[in-house]
């Protein structure tokens, strides 16, 4: 079992940062992939970047340059510096956890997921 809690989340506005953490506790920490999805309202979980377990990442290609994903397993912890942001990437993110090596895109690979922490971004 993993358990992960995400923070980090709150109010910015349009152009400013954010910095979201996610803690790991239980299972291999540095067997897992991290992943940070986000779901808007009324909308499916959307992935946006990934830290792999073998130290690599993964980003949707909209992202890259925006956002930059890291992990430290010596904290058992992975963080999601978002930069620039903009209104529509008002969500609650989400991490998630998998010990499998499928695309790490695919939410339905992931079986431990946090609550989320909520992201607003003003215009």
């Known amino acids: 079992q993993v358990q992960l809690v995400e923070s980090g989340g709150g109010l910015v506005q349009a152009g400013g940062s954010l910095r979201l953490s996610c803690a790991a506790s239980?299972?291999?920490?540095?067997?897992?992939?991290i992943a940070w999805f986000r779901q808007a309202p009324g909308k499916e979980h959307e992935f946006v970047a990934a830290?792999?377990?073998?130290?690599?990442?993964y980003y949707t290609d909209f992202m890259k340059g925006r956002f930059t994903v890291s992990r430290d397993d010596a904290k058992s912890a992975v963080y999601l510096q978002m930069n620039s942001l903009k209104p529509e990437d008002t969500a609650i993110y989400l991490c998630?956890?998998?010990?499998?090596?499928?695309?790490?895109?695919?939410?339905?690979?992931?079986?431990?997921w946090g609550q989320g922490t909520q992201v607003t971004v003003s215009s």
């Open positions: 998630a956890a998998t010990y499998s090596r499928s695309s790490p895109r695919d939410s339905d690979e992931f079986g431990y």
């Open positions: 239980g299972g291999t920490f540095s067997r897992v992939t």
């Open positions: 830290a792999l377990w073998n130290g690599g990442t």
